[in-house]
C-alpha cells in the first residue's frame, strides 16, 4: 500500500556549496493530507527538496495516477524518505493505516510538518438561483445539512483529528509544525461556497485552538490565506474562470497566486527561526487582498 525510501542526503558540505545544503535533516517528515496536486504537491516537492521526508496522502482514481505518479517521481528523486497513500483521508481506517505506516517507516517523534490540504467540499448554493444563465452555472439543487456537515469535517475541523492522532501516536517532533489553507471565501460570501466558507471559519478557530493547547508539546499551528490560485480545486467552484480573471486584474503583480508561492511559505515558517509565528492567519497573494 505504501513504499518507502530512505538515505543520507549526499551532498558534502564545502564552501562553495553551502547554500545548497539541506535545511532539514532526513529523519524529519512532513506529512501533506491532499498531496496529489495544487498547494500540497507544490509543498511536498519545496519540502523534500530542503531535506525533508515526505508521506503524502491522496485520494485519486486509477486512470490519474501516472500523471501522479510522475509527480511523484519528482518528490523521490531528492533521495529521502517518501510514503504515499491513496485512501479516505477522512475514515478512521485510513487515518490509522497512514499512522502506522509512519511509525514503521521511523517517523515517530520526528513529524516537523503537518499540513492539511484536503479539498472535498459540496458547492451548491444555499438558495434558489434566478435565470436560466445562473442555473446553468450552479445548478438547481440546494445543498442538505448532510453536505454541509460533512464539508465542515472534511475541510475543517478534521485537522484537529489527525493532529490528535499524530499526537496520541507519539508522531511529532518536539518543535512542529501545523498548516492549514484559507481562502477569502472566509470572509466574503460567494454564491455556491457557503458550506467550504463554514469549512474554513471552521478551520481558522481550530488552528487558534490547536496553537493554544499543543503549544506546551512543542506544537505550532498556522493558517496560510492564498490568494486566487488555479487548482483543481478552484476550478470544480463555479464561475471560477471569472474569479481567475478579476483576481489577476486585481493583484499589484498582474498574476494569480503559484501553489509554489505558497509552498514557498510554508517551508520558510517550518524553518527554526520561524518558531514564535503561532496561531496567526498569514496572506500569501501578492497583495491581492488589499488591492480593493
Known sequence: MFSA??????ITPS?????????????????????????????AKKLASQGLSVCVVHRDRRGSMERIEKEFE???????GFLTFNLDALSPDGIAE?????????????LRVLLHSIAFGNLKPIAPV?????????????IEDEDMA???YSMGTSLLTWVQAAFKAGLFADDARVFGLTSEGNEVAWRGYAAVSAAKTALEAVSRSIAVEFAPYGIRSNIIQAGVTDTP????????????????????FGRLTLPEDVAGVIALLSQDDAAWVNG????VDGGERIAG
Open 98 to 110: 497512514t499512522v502506522a505506516g509512519l511509525k514503521a517507516a521511523g517517523a515517530a517523534g520526528h
Open 280 to 283: 496567526t492567519i498569514i496572506r
Open 130 to 142: 434566478k435565470g436560466e444563465e445562473l442555473k446553468a452555472v450552479y445548478g438547481e439543487t440546494l
Open 150 to 152: 460533512r464539508t465542515v
Open 5 to 10: 525510501r530512505c538515505r543520507p542526503s549526499s
Open 233 to 252: 480545486a478552484l476550478n470544480a467552484i463555479p464561475g471560477a474562470d471569472g474569479m481567475k480573471e478579476f483576481a489577476k486584474a486585481r493583484n499589484p
Open 74 to 80: 519528482v518528490v523521490r528523486a531528492f533521495g529521502h
Open 15 to 43: 564552501p562553495t556549496k553551502e547554500l545548497l545544503m539541506p535545511l532539514f535533516s532526513t529523519n524529519q517528515w512532513a506529512l501533506v493530507l491532499g498531496g496529489s496536486s495544487g498547494f500540497g504537491l507544490a509543498t
